[in-house]
């Protein structure tokens, strides 16, 4: 079963503009990470935000903020005021251990176009 | 600087050939990671290895193999039983046993199967 699930392939957002890209995800565990990476175009990965699954605020750096709703395992990236340079690739990833230690898991992604 | 070296950036591979990806870290992580990315597509589990000399299947392991013998070291090889090997190849690597540490990634391998 997908674990983390991204329902967004592609988002529209007009420069300056807010935008929410959206993400589910599924355990059972208690005890887990989820965080937010940007891929641009060149291929590098890079992370956003992390949100643990016993903080009670919401995560914020800068103009990211995660809008972590546990009960509804959601696990939103709002970008605030969007530049021509958040257009990228956006994955959302969940943190877990296991049997064979801990492992990173990520969604299908959203790619994001910001118009100018 | 501390990072991850994939090397080489580019591989061009002949069908029935094996390939091997190279990855090194000079961070003192003790876990590290490879992930496949199809076009448009999101980051998919190979292998991964917690501590030298150890490593577990992931995801879509069929086709693929890992050695971990050193810890700055997790080269993947890509078999002739991988029928789809064309993909982006990302290594990535963490700190260790945390939940609350992000992954650590290299710039990729574009594997092409000519």
Redesign the interface.
Same mark, same amino acid.
């Given at each position: 079963a997908q674990k983390?699930t991204?329902t967004q392939?592609g988002m529209f957002v007009q420069e300056k503009e807010a935008v929410t890209l959206d993400c589910t995800y599924d355990t059972s565990d208690p005890?887990?990470?989820l965080?937010w990476?940007k891929q641009p175009s060149s291929?590098?990965?890079i992370?956003l935000i992390?949100q643990?699954?016993y903080d009670q605020q919401n995560a914020t750096e800068g103009r990211y903020s995660l809008n972590f709703q546990k009960a509804r395992k959601s696990a939103n990236l709002v970008i605030s005021a969007s530049q021509l340079g958040d257009s990228a690739m956006y994955?959302c990833?969940m943190?877990?251990?296991g049997t064979?230690?801990?492992?990173?898991?990520?969604?299908?992604?959203t790619?994001l176009f910001v118009k100018a | 600087d501390g990072g991850i070296t994939q090397s080489p950036k580019y591989l061009f591979r002949k069908e029935g050939q094996n390939v091997t990806l190279s990855c090194e870290q000079n961070l003192n992580h003790d876990?590290m #990671?490879w992930?496949r990315q199809d076009p448009? %597509?999101?980051?998919?589990?190979i292998y #991964?290895s917690?501590i030298v000399n150890d490593f %577990?299947?992931?995801?879509i392991a069929e086709g693929y193999s890992v050695s971990r013998e050193k810890k700055e070291s997790f080269p993947l090889t890509v078999t002739s039983a991988q029928k789809n090997p064309t993909a982006?190849y990302?290594c990535?690597s963490?700190p260790g046993?945390?939940?609350?540490?992000?992954?650590f990634?290299g710039?990729?391998t574009?594997l092409t199967v000519v």
């Open positions: 983390i991204q392939p005890s887990y990470g965080f990476y291929g590098e990965m992370f992390y643990g699954s994955f990833a943190r877990e251990g064979g230690g801990f492992k990173t898991i990520f969604g299908a992604g790619r | 876990a #990671y992930y448009g %597509q999101g980051l998919r589990l #991964y917690q %577990q299947k992931g995801d982006f990302l990535a963490t046993n945390e939940l609350n540490t992000e992954a990634f710039q990729g574009r």
